[in-house]
């Protein structure tokens, strides 16, 4: 069962940065991180949730238009972790930001229990 643990959320004034982390465990030989796309989500209160980012095992790359030269993806599949550089924080970053694993072939997902963000203006 592959588990993801979120971390690096807190409270930031506008213009700052944060810098999340999703540990990924739970893959096998032949169930392995980069059989995932690594995604961050996030859900702002009252909104619905919205993809944010998204890298493939190889490690290419997408972006919501929103955040689009902000902030970066990234993995390092030798220790199963994704990251999310967030600069230029706004304050409708704000959110609860979850990682989700993404297997296309299986279709298997699975979610991070999600870590806060608050951008003060």
């Known amino acids: 069962q592959v588990q993801l643990v979120e971390s690096g959320g807190g409270m930031v004034q506008t213009g700052g940065s944060l810098r999340l982390s999703c540990a990924a465990s739970?893959?096998?030989?032949?169930?392995?991180?980069?059989?995932?796309?690594m995604n961050w989500y996030r859900q702002a209160p009252g909104k619905q949730r919205e993809m944010v980012a998204l890298?493939?095992?190889?490690?290419?790359?997408n972006y919501a238009d929103s955040v689009k030269g902000r902030f970066t993806i990234s993995r390092d599949n030798a220790v199963n972790t994704v990251f999310l550089q967030m600069n230029s924080l706004k304050p409708e970053d704000t959110a609860v930001y979850y990682c989700?694993?993404?297997?296309?072939?299986?279709?298997?997902?699975?979610w991070g229990q999600g870590t806060q963000v608050t951008v003060s203006s």
């Open positions: 989700n694993a993404d297997n296309p072939i299986s279709r298997r997902q699975y």
């Open positions: 890298v493939f095992g190889a490690g290419g790359t």
């Open positions: 739970g893959f096998t030989y032949i169930n392995y991180f980069t059989n995932y796309i």
